[in-house]
């Protein structure tokens, strides 16, 4: 099995994973098989925008609002006042829900989305009771990059759908049991998610296909499209790598995610 490190930025559309997050994921996930890893890899890629954002961004317009959330639904004066204002927004949104307090007890913001996708008073304290992290004291812990592993982690052992474990489930080859158990009934990229996990189990396997090199060389040099055609372009900056990276054509994909991490290759 490839290290964790390469699944992770291999998930992301471009592999900009920022380097704690990539460097944190070996001991924190270690011992779980290519199957775990895969959807776990795969799902928290989606939730993240490809390991690039850790805390929800809540930008949101009137209209949007409006669409999202059912606290601004019928009233347009207040989507109005709250658009692009991220603490008004969750406040509101998030008020009296998943343990937090009425919209004037800023609970809503404080547990905004963060990590893997924790949000609201209550989740916090469960989780961090399960990893053993004072969360509900100090909110901002879950975006950190060992924590961030550790509640990925605690996510998919803990939680339950159907009776079963994600992590049960992720044995068993079932993505959307799992989609339910992270984003809900309502099931939000779906097709993302599976596309990623099968990216993310292939590669943990040691099999990147042609799109999986294109997707790391573009982010220095220069492959052309990704469309899973090894051309002139493509093979022209294999080479360019290799030459730079001092690697042979076995160990270049594994260097290739690690220099766009900004980690050493070995």
Known sequence: MRPITTAVLACSAAPR??????????DALAGLDVSVLGHMIG?????????????????????????????????????HAHAFKPELIANRAYANRNGNGPE?????????????????RGNYRTVGEWVGLPLEDQPELASEPAPFWAIARAWFERTRVAGRTLEWWARMGQGDLITRG???PAMLHAEER??????ARRVLAG??????MQRALRHEFSPGPVDGIRGPRTIAAE???????????DGLF?????????????
């Open 17 to 26: 994973v920022s380097a704690p997050y990539a460097a944190a994921a070996p």
């Open 43 to 79: 799902q928290f890629a989606v939730e993240t925008g490809g390991y690039q954002h850790f805390e929800e961004r809540l930008g949101y317009s009137p209209s949007r609002l409006m669409d999202v959330f059912s606290a601004y639904r019928g009233d347009p004066e207040a989507a």
């Open 104 to 120: 004037a007890s800023g609970d809503g913001y404080r547990y905004r989305g963060r990590g893997p996708g924790l949000t609201g």
């Open 182 to 184: 992270i984003n809900g």
């Open 194 to 199: 599976a596309a990623m996990t099968t990216r």
């Open 207 to 212: 099999e990147p296909n042609v799109s999986d």
């Open 239 to 249: 080479e360019a790598a290799m030459e730079r990276l001092d690697v042979e054509a």
């Open 254 to 266: 594994a260097a290739v995610l690690r220099r766009a991490a900004g980690l050493p290759h070995t």
